[in-house]
């Protein structure tokens, strides 16, 4: 039960775009395609941001995406705006539990 | 609408119990899957338990294993979270959230101290 591997922080200044990884084993990222995204503000829930990879719930911007290669998750913003300054987590399910990422702190310049 | 409403933090003594509470709402909470997760004061987000819709099946984070128990009542749309022997490592705001591939509902948290 390891925690998936995120950078503790990335930067970008508005309109550009970033992207965070999240690397994890065959066994959980690269064994299933049930990777998620969270961003949280301080004080406030996560909320969702991508589902199963790549899938965008409804009322998330579209300059949100997501991918997997083997076992490494990404998470791409793009157009970055000030309000996307916050944290992020990745989260894989598995069949025995479900594991977060340690978090990414994006900094928007 | 979507709610969860958790409730029982507080403050607790290194070896006490506490047991927590979270209300259900705006769904039918029988058919979901429902998850603890952990945040620790400036730290990161961390697992703690789930258990499926029915509550046949249940899952611990290893740091958490023999010492908290997950549980459901479907009746009153409840879920709890049972923590024996709590640790000062334990203090974190626990969230209550919905989900089985992925958690898409939160709920806004309870904070459990442990301190003498």
């Known amino acids: ?109 | 609408e979507v709610q969860l409403v958790e409730s029982g933090g507080g403050l607790v003594q290194p070896g006490g119990s506490l047991r927590l509470s979270c209300a259900a709402s705006g769904f039918t909470f029988s058919s979901y899957w429902m998850h603890w997760v952990r945040q620790a004061p400036g730290k990161g987000l961390v697992w703690v338990s789930r258990i499926n819709s029915d509550g046949s099946s249940t899952s611990y984070a290893d740091s958490v294993k023999g010492r908290f128990t997950i549980s459901r009542d479907n009746a009153k749309n409840t879920l709890y979270l049972q923590m024996n022997s709590l640790r000062a490592e334990d203090t974190a705001v626990y969230y209550c959230a919905r989900g089985q591939w992925q958690i898409d509902y939160w709920g806004q948290g309870t904070l459990v101290t442990v301190s003498s």
């Open chain 1, 1 to 109: 039960q390891s925690a998936l591997t995120q950078p503790a922080s990335v930067s970008g200044s508005p309109g550009q775009s970033i992207t965070i990884s999240c690397t994890g084993t065959s066994s959980d990222v690269g064994g299933y395609n049930y990777v998620s995204w969270y961003q949280q503000h301080p004080g406030k829930a996560p909320k969702l941001m991508i589902y199963e990879v790549s899938n965008r719930p409804s009322g998330v911007s579209n300059r949100f995406s997501g991918s997997k290669s083997g076992n490494t998750a990404s998470l791409t913003i793009s157009g970055l705006q000030a309000e996307d300054e916050a944290d992020y987590y990745c989260s894989s399910y598995t069949s025995s539990s479900t594991l977060f990422g340690g978090g990414t702190k994006l900094t928007v310049l």
